[in-house]
């Protein structure tokens, strides 16, 4: 492929993050200003129960993640993207073992890692721990692994391997993960609903971009970020299928609020002094940067030691 056309599927792919940017910037306010409406006509509504609570930055997530969602479409039919390009050309080939894999290895190295934090007292039990608390964390997980790894290891490293090839491909890939996830939007308090305007939504795209002027949390976090996009590209590669990269991002997701849930921070975890090794969830710090890098080297070595059984059984199918 040209260069030009290689340049063209990169702007391309940074065009549609900076429009999904935008659209949020424009159509948050008056979103956020119908639903206050709503809620003061109808207090304690399914409107007042589901939205009541959140600030405008919430309102501004949720719409960007609309506009991703939607955006998804048009960059399909510019790209003529197939479909074995976003889902993989093993899709449908042991999906479900992909899949509970990946959860499995994921889930459960970051919950052993999480529990040798707090034998080393940089976290500590919370008083009532809620163990059984474990529908929100899955419907989480779920959720968040169907539709990032669609959108990242499905859609645009689809794109650009096609256009770039698989190294370079993977590593643009891997770069947009990490930069669109170390946004950071604003906390509730930092706007009042009250002080909300029609340009507020500008307001907030500067915010995002706060934390890559902290260069110790930059390091800290980025790190890791990069480590996940990587691993996740590389098992999606590696496969052929978009269902390993499901199963780990939803073990990952699934891990960090289900363990949120059980731990409180230490004193000398707040004061910083396990950094860069620890940080105040688990995927800040160093540790978690070697154990997703773990967890990647395990999943793929197991796919291969695999994937002899599986050519077996799909060339018995096929006699």
Not at 174 to 182: E, G, I, P
Not at 191 to 210: E, K, S
Not at 242 to 270: P, Q
Request: proline fraction near 4%; include cysteine; glycine fraction near 10%.
């Amino acid at each position: 492929m040209s260069t030009p056309s290689k340049h063209r599927d990169l702007l391309l792919i940074g065009g549609y993050f900076v429009a999904i940017l935008l659209f949020a910037a424009v159509v948050t306010p008056p979103v956020f200003f119908a639903a206050q409406k709503i809620i003061a006509a109808s207090p304690g509504g399914w409107i007042d129960q589901f939205l009541g609570h959140r600030a405008f930055p919430a309102y501004f997530n949720r719409v960007g993640l609309v506009a991703a969602l939607v955006g998804l479409w048009p960059l399909f039919r510019m790209m003529k993207m197939r479909k074995s390009e976003v889902l993989g050309i093993n899709a449908s080939r042991h999906w479900l073992h992909l899949f509970v894999t990946g959860f499995v290895f994921a889930a459960g190295l970051l919950l052993i890692m999480g529990t040798a934090f707090i034998q080393v007292d940089a976290y500590r039990m919370k008083a009532e721990p809620r163990w059984l608390d474990l529908l929100s964390p899955i419907t989480s997980a779920l959720a968040v692994g169907m539709i990032e790894e669609f959108l990242f290891r499905g859609a645009i490293l689809g794109i650009l391997c096609r256009s770039l090839g698989m190294k370079a491909g993977l590593f643009w890939t891997t770069l947009f993960f990490a930069v669109v996830h170390f946004l950071k939007p604003p906390d509730d308090e930092a706007i009042a609903n009250a002080n909300v305007t029609w340009t507020t939504g500008f307001w907030v795209i500067p915010q995002l971009f706060r934390g890559f002027g902290q260069f110790e949390f930059f390091v800290e976090e980025f790190l890791t970020l990069s480590a996940v996009g990587f691993v996740l590209g590389w098992v999606r590669l590696r496969t052929g299928s978009l269902w390993g990269s499901i199963g780990l991002h939803a073990g990952w997701v699934f891990g960090l609020k289900y363990f949120g849930g059980l731990k409180n921070n230490t004193k000398a975890l707040k004061q910083g002094d396990w950094i860069p090794w620890i940080g105040e969830n688990l995927k800040i710090g160093l540790a978690p940067f070697a154990v997703v890098l773990l967890t990647g080297v395990i999943m793929v070595w197991w796919h291969r030691r695999l994937s002899g059984d599986f050519k077996k059984d799909i060339a018995s199918r096929r006699s």
